[in-house]
């Protein structure tokens, strides 16, 4: 199967433990956890999904990826979010398919599996496991929903203390309905209700992946050349900090990462952009990713990925097209 990105699950994980940020001035809560938005009820999600939040749990945007949480937490608030995967074969087979990858977080162990349902009949596989990251040891429940969209939870806790997540995380899971997508838009905007929009490249075709919408071109059996857009959550947000403390990330979390240019440029909006040109090796593939910071109180990023060499230098060009339709709105 084509790839779009780095593994699946393993930038999940990553992802979610990134919500305690370690800056250089020492640790701290993301400030997100705190300052989302309260639930009162089911949380709606554009990729096609509800579900019952547990009771005074708070709703934030994580890395493109909606998220609640619990709040009053000092250091890691236990969080749940939803992703999708394209695996295929079996709701069994999906689970075998990921398993390789979160074996390689340092003192992985799966702790319980069993099944469960939605309370519209969805079977549910429930992962229980234990890793160990930079920032401790935590206690992670993957709950991988069978039927055509490939949904996955992902539930996240300290590994000592938080125990009453277990439950809150289950029963939010058993309330997971299905609502339909809202990807039903012009199929030349892209659109996924962040606030923004931009146009997509004739051919190119819409996607998820790691809960993410992506937009991909269609036409290359080994790596499709792709672009997406997140929410970068820097303090400050000036473009300057941002891309600062973003190379930092990268710098460290890449191997063979090297600067390949650094410039800017504005969108057709007028808003400013500053682009970081990068090469990066994610196995098996040789990567040129491209950054695109764009000046916006919800600090949009998007970042697009083509093979390095000259099959895919085609696509450097479009990306910039793409930046410059960007419109908030």
């Known amino acids: 199967m084509p790839r779009l990105l780095p593994p699946f699950v393993a930038l999940l994980t ?3 433990i990134s919500s305690l940020a370690c800056a250089a001035d020492g640790c701290r809560a993301l400030d997100s956890f705190h300052d989302g938005v309260a639930v009162d009820g089911r949380v709606e999600d554009f990729r096609g999904f509800s579900y019952e939040a547990p009771p005074g749990w708070k709703k934030t945007d994580f890395e493109g990826m909606p998220m609640v949480s619990e709040p009053g937490h000092l250091m890691f608030a ?5 992703a999708t995967e394209r695996v295929p074969g079996t709701l069994d087979d999906r689970v075998e398919a990921n398993l390789p990858e979160l074996r390689d977080f340092e003192g992985f162990e799966v702790v319980g599996r069993s099944e469960m349902e939605t309370d519209d009949g969805d079977r549910v596989i429930r992962l229980d496991t234990y890793a160990t990251h930079t920032e401790g040891r935590f206690r992670q429940i993957y709950y991988f929903i069978d039927g055509p ?4 939870g992902t539930c996240t806790r300290h590994h000592r203390r938080q125990h009453h997540a277990d439950d809150l995380c289950d029963a939010a899971v058993r309330s ?3 609502t339909g997508s809202r990807e039903d838009l012009d199929p030349k905007v892209f659109d996924d209700g962040r606030g923004f929009r931009l146009a997509i490249p004739d051919g190119w075709t819409r996607d998820f992946s790691m809960g993410h919408s992506i937009v991909r071109h269609p036409h290359d059996e080994e790596f499709y050349p792709n672009f997406l857009v997140v929410n970068d959550e820097i303090p400050g ?15 460290a979390a890449f191997v063979g990462f090297e600067i390949v240019d650094q410039r800017t440029m504005q969108t057709d909006q007028g808003r400013e952009v500053v682009v970081l040109v990068t090469n990066a090796i994610h196995s098996p593939f040789h990567l040129r990713q491209t950054y695109y910071f764009i000046e916006s109180d919800q600090q949009f990023l998007l970042t697009t990925s083509r093979l390095v060499d000259d099959r895919h230098r085609f696509a450097d060009e479009i990306f910039d097209a793409v930046v410059r339709s960007f419109t908030i709105h």
């Open 14 to 16: 990553l992802l979610v």
């Open 78 to 82: 236990p969080n749940l979010l939803f």
């Open 149 to 152: 969209e490939q949904f996955l």
């Open 176 to 178: 997971f309905r299905r």
């Open 237 to 251: 947000g000036a473009l300057k900090d941002r891309l600062s403390l973003n190379l930092r990330e990268l710098q």
